[in-house]
């Protein structure tokens, strides 16, 4: 009789068991995922707002360096050349790689697939962007890679002089750096690094800057001395587990400090 009673699972039994454990286990990994996804987009978010605060702190820098010393003698001012190629319109004879737009040809910042969207107007006469090295800002630093250690253009990387240096990215929004060949073939990337030799901007990924100028008072730009310039910090990447690009972006109003005092410089 008891041997009647003892039987194994059917299986049905079995194959519903294993059903329900699949189940199970696909649920708890994608909420495992998508844990993981968010806590890596939260901190994506947070490295590419500490990338834009400090362009927009690098920007402010030379803003406020050059008001302190506006009423000095042309030759002592030492950040008269910088603020020049942040604060000019970028067609200017007098700067010719300077980067400020016109309001209307700051680009949307909304894309639909791929941030390559964003990248397709870049100084093909649409608009003009650029970037900041943020590690090296003093002009006058005799260490820099430039000449005299005043090449500008190693500071203020525009998409005039640099196009090739502002790419989309696969990661989040950074600014890359990179070591001059040509002055640290004889060191060990440790020695580099200690030094301070990653001081060059290979490649600004999925970041850059839009600076546009004042046009309330007169429509005639060339005529007209701007109240204020904004510059829109802009950042495209894809964050993990999404398919459509995260955009944020910033705008930081600086008023012109050569209208300060009379002192009009225009």
Wanted: aromatic share 8%.
């Amino acid at each position: 009789m008891l041997r009647k009673t003892r039987r194994g699972d059917t299986l049905v039994e079995v194959t519903f068991a294993i059903a329900a454990f699949a189940l199970i286990s696909i649920i708890t990994i994608n909420v495992m995922n998508s844990g993981l996804n968010k806590a890596q987009a939260t901190l994506e978010l947070t490295h590419v707002r500490g990338e834009m605060n400090a362009q927009a702190e690098a920007i402010r820098f030379i803003h406020n360096a050059f008001t302190l010393e506006r009423e000095r003698p042309t030759s002592e001012q030492q950040y008269r050349e910088l603020w020049m190629l942040l604060s000019r319109q970028k067609n200017s004879t007098a700067s010719p790689s300077a980067v400020v737009n016109d309001p209307e040809d700051v680009p949307n910042l909304t894309v639909n697939r791929s941030c390559q969207e964003i990248y397709d107007g870049m100084d093909d006469g649409t608009y003009r962007a650029f970037i900041m090295n943020t590690r090296v800002i003093d002009p006058t630093d005799k260490t820099f890679v430039g000449v005299d250690g005043r090449n500008l253009s190693d500071i203020v990387i525009t998409t005039k002089n640099s196009r090739d240096k502002f790419i989309p990215t696969t990661l989040n929004s950074r600014v890359v750096y990179g070591k001059n060949e040509a002055t640290t073939t004889n060191n060990t990337d440790a020695e580099m690094l200690e030094t301070g030799f990653y001081r060059d901007v290979q490649y600004a990924e999925g970041i850059f800057i839009v600076a546009a100028r004042d046009k309330t008072n007169n429509a005639s730009l060339s005529s007209s001395t701007p109240e204020f310039f904004d510059y829109h910090i802009r950042a495209c990447w894809v964050a993990p587990g999404d398919t459509v690009p995260t955009t944020i972006g910033t705008i930081m109003r600086l008023y012109n400090p050569e209208l300060v005092e009379g002192v009009d410089l225009w």
